[in-house]
């Protein structure tokens, strides 16, 4: 005991080990500019090195669990995580806090339907509306968010000439909607009880009469996979991702097809591979310029070894198996535009990317787990939104596109800050 020094004595009374050089302390502080605030908290210096203690929670067994996060790692011995912990925007670099704006809000909004998760988002300006999907086995209808500027927001059921099962995700184009369609089981119509026959797909929807086209449903006869997101270059050109999630979810059959990007150009009915190594690819996207695209993948459902006992959703969760955001090169040619230069931009800090969408300032949301996260055009992490469930996607609406409305597996919320959304996303 004569040889330890004053603090050494203090440190074996509370059991606690010395910290060692460098680590960072505290993690975190309120942010300048938010004191008054404990939903805004700023992350000193990314945390690149935190007491040797701390322990994240990690999935096991397959199972994905929600506290296998950034924020749900356990630091006792550094109290300022508490304030992590407590808060909804966490802040990493100082262009999040300048996006935030000086109020930013998260709020429930709607409580939707609770059997199925939310998807496919598309603010239709002509309506004022976000029209919405929910993937699920036996729902055959979408629903409708009426912003009512000014006022109340009202929640409708929205159903479609013919009616379209299992729509996954959306795209405004030219005043039309374009969907991927999971679904390739056929229904009852929910307006008259007759059998549709649908297969998985690109369709069009026009919102002013509700009535929808099938635009592609087969690759030389062979039915897709089911397009899972989709996104419209300037020449009108369709880029879909084809995976597998319409199996996962049981609206349609084993997969046949490697899942893949394709580009779909609606004016002659041609459709491309334009990438076939990500294992599922999921959100997809195209920088303002035109010049990159991003294709996220949630390969971390893993197909291969899925218990066959009927539960639903027919994957497991790996962790090894692959949860990058990729950028790619887009090089112009007559046939339409060709990606190349693949390249990881962005490692998921948790789950994998969903919904994926691009500001109009270039910065990258995707919706992660359970919240969203903001990125530089580079893939340097801004800032996280933690909504404190499921977000499978994700939509700027309102006529300066500045709200993000948030879909997923709990309420539909709104948050309500400084960056704006590029038209067409
Ligand atoms: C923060 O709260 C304190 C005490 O409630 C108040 O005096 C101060 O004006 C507030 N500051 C800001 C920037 O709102
Ligand atoms: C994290 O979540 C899992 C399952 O959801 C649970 O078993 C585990 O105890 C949690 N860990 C912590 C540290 O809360
Ligand atoms: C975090 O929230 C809990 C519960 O609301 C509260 O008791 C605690 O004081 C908060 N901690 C910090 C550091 O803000
Ligand atoms: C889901 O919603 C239904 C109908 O609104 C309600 O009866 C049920 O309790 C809800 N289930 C859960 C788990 O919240
Ligand atoms: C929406 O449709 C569901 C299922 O068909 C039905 O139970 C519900 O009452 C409808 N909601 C409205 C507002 O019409
Ligand atoms: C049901 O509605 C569809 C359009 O969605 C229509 O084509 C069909 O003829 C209708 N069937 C009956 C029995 O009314
Ligand atoms: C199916 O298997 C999984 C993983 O072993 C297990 O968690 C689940 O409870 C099983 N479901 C049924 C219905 O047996
Ligand atoms: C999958 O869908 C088919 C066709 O609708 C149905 O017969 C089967 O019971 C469903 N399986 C599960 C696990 O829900």
């Known amino acids: 005991m004569a040889f330890?020094?004053?603090?050494?004595?203090?440190?074996?009374?509370?059991?606690?080990?010395?910290?060692?050089?460098?680590?960072?302390?505290?993690?975190?502080?309120?942010?300048?500019?938010?004191?008054?605030?404990?939903?805004?908290?700023?992350?000193?210096?990314?945390?690149?090195?935190?007491?040797?203690?701390?322990d994240r929670p990690h999935s096991s067994g397959g199972v994905f669990f929600p506290n296998d996060t950034f924020v749900g790692t356990q630091i006792p011995s550094d109290p300022s995580w508490q304030l992590v912990k407590n808060a909804t925007f966490v802040v990493f670099d100082e262009r999040g806090s300048q996006i935030l704006?000086?109020?930013p809000k998260l709020e429930h909004i709607f409580a939707s339907r609770n059997d199925s998760i939310h998807?496919?988002?598309?603010?239709?300006?002509?309506?004022?509306?976000?029209?919405?999907?929910?993937?699920?086995?036996?729902?055959?209808?979408?629903?409708?968010?009426?912003?009512?500027?000014?006022?109340?927001?009202?929640?409708?059921?929205?159903?479609?000439?013919?009616?379209?099962?299992?729509?996954?995700?959306?795209?405004?184009?030219?005043?039309?909607?374009?969907?991927?369609v999971e679904a390739g089981f056929s229904f009852l119509?929910?307006?008259?009880?007759?059998?549709?026959?649908?297969?998985?797909?690109?369709?069009?929807?026009?919102?002013?009469?509700?009535?929808?086209?099938?635009?592609?449903?087969?690759?030389?006869g062979q039915a897709f996979n089911s397009p899972n997101d989709l996104w419209i270059d300037a020449q009108g050109d369709i880029w879909f991702t084809d995976s597998w999630y319409g199996y996962a979810i049981n609206v349609t059959e084993y997969p046949v097809l490697r899942p893949a990007t394709y580009r779909f150009r609606p004016s002659t009915g041609r459709v491309s591979i334009v990438?076939?190594?990500?294992?599922?690819?999921?959100?997809?996207?195209?920088?303002?310029?035109?010049?990159?695209?991003?294709?996220?993948?949630?390969?971390?459902?893993?197909?291969?070894?899925?218990?066959?006992?009927?539960?639903?959703?027919?994957?497991?969760?790996?962790?090894?198996?692959?949860?990058?955001?990729?950028?790619?090169?887009?090089?112009?040619?007559?046939?339409?535009?060709?990606?190349?230069?693949?390249?990881?931009?962005?490692?998921?800090?948790?789950?994998?990317?969903?919904?994926?969408?691009?500001?109009?300032?270039?910065?990258?949301?995707?919706?992660?787990?359970?919240?969203v996260t903001v990125l530089s055009a580079y893939g340097e992490v801004l800032l996280r939104i933690e909504a404190g469930f499921t977000i499978n996607n994700i939509q700027f609406a309102g006529p300066e596109r500045k709200d993000l409305w948030l879909f997923g597996e709990g309420p539909i919320s709104r948050v309500t800050w400084d960056l704006v959304g590029m038209a067409n996303e």
């Not at 002509?126 to 109340?152: M, R, V």
């Not at 297969?199 to 690759?219: H, M, Q, W």
């Not at 790996?318 to 390249?343: C, E, H, M, Q, W």
Request: with cysteine.
């Open 189 to 220: 119509s929910p307006q008259n009880g007759s059998l549709v026959a649908q297969r998985p797909g690109i369709y069009e929807l026009d919102p002013s009469t509700g009535e929808v086209t099938v635009l592609l449903n087969n690759y030389f």
């Open 119 to 180: 998807e496919g988002p598309v603010y239709v300006p002509s309506l004022d509306a976000i029209i919405f999907s929910l993937p699920h086995q036996g729902i055959y209808e979408q629903q409708i968010i009426h912003l009512n500027h000014g006022s109340t927001p009202r929640l409708d059921n929205y159903t479609t000439t013919p009616p379209v099962y299992a729509v996954n995700g959306g795209k405004l184009f030219n005043g039309k909607v374009y969907w991927a």
């Open 4 to 54: 330890l020094t004053g603090v050494g004595v203090l440190s074996v009374i509370l059991g606690q080990a010395l910290a060692e050089p460098g680590v960072i302390s505290p993690l975190a502080r309120a942010c300048p500019g938010y004191s008054n605030n404990s939903d805004v908290v700023c992350i000193n210096h990314y945390a690149s090195a935190m007491p040797p203690t701390f």
């Open 275 to 371: 990438e076939d190594s990500i294992a599922q690819p999921n959100g997809i996207g195209m920088s303002p310029d035109g010049r990159t695209m991003y294709i996220s993948d949630t390969g971390v459902t893993d197909f291969e070894n899925y218990p066959a006992n009927g539960t639903l959703p027919r994957y497991t969760y790996n962790p090894l198996g692959g949860n990058s955001l990729y950028a790619f090169d887009v090089l112009p040619s007559p046939a339409g535009s060709y990606i190349t230069s693949k390249r990881p931009i962005y490692l998921a800090q948790t789950f994998g990317d969903d919904g994926f969408h691009v500001a109009q300032n270039g910065y990258l949301l995707g919706a992660e787990g359970g919240g």
């Open 101 to 103: 704006g000086p109020s």
